[in-house]
């Protein structure tokens, strides 16, 4: 699913992190955990030593994601 069908879904505290922590290899659980809850991909979905967002998915963080939630 494309991050911004679940981005406005995605908690303040995980929003924050991944804007302050852009193109972080690893996601502590808690973000993880919230990516998921947001309809977003769960790492049990992810195919295996793929990561949980794609470079796409960072793009949209950095450039086209609202800092005003």
Known sequence: ?????WWLDLDLATKEWLR???RN????E????????AGGPR???VAA???VLTVADWDF???????VD
């Open 49 to 51: 030593g793929a990561a």
């Open 1 to 5: 699913m494309e991050i911004y069908m």
């Open 43 to 45: 790492t049990v979905e």
């Open 61 to 67: 963080i950095e450039t086209q994601s609202e800092f």
């Open 30 to 37: 808690a973000v993880q955990r919230g990516i998921a809850d």
């Open 20 to 22: 302050e922590n852009l």
């Open 25 to 28: 290899a690893e996601l502590p």
